[in-house]
């Protein structure tokens, strides 16, 4: 029997373990303390607002229901960027602040200077965006 002939002999009826060795989520996606938010827009719209709190360690990305489509994929890359920012340690406030220092994300929009807002909760401006 030739070596391509042998049939396999290993642990086939084993289960495959998988080990989570990251961080797991970075910051929370929800938030009961107050937060600020800054206005993320494209060259024609408000695509949404990324909000952060350092008390809850959360940040996010709370699309405009009205935009469709292009706020929810924009909503994918700007918490895709926070995740980014997140994995080096950074408290919510200081990875907004090095993606507000950037170019932005293309299509998905870019941080508008001066546009700091504050809102009760992360719902509270999670309704605001369904709005708006």
């Known amino acids: 029997m030739s070596h391509a002939e042998t049939p396999y002999e290993g642990p086939q009826s084993q289960d495959v373990v998988f080990e989570n060795i ?12 107050p937060v600020d938010y800054l206005v993320v827009q494209d060259d024609r719209q408000v695509l949404g607002f990324l909000w952060f709190t350092d008390d809850g360690r959360a940040a996010s990305f709370a699309p405009r229901r009205s935009v469709g489509g292009l706020a929810l994929n924009a909503g994918v890359a700007w918490r895709e960027a926070l995740l ?8 919510p406030s200081q990875a907004i602040e090095a993606l507000a220092r950037g170019r932005g994300l293309g299509v998905f929009g870019r941080i508008r200077p001066g546009s700091q807002g504050h809102a009760s909760s992360s719902a509270e401006l999670k309704a605001m965006a369904a709005t708006e």
């Open 22 to 33: 990251g961080p797991g989520p970075v910051f929370g996606s929800t938030s009961e303390h």
């Open 84 to 91: 980014h920012e997140g994995a080096t340690g950074a408290l």
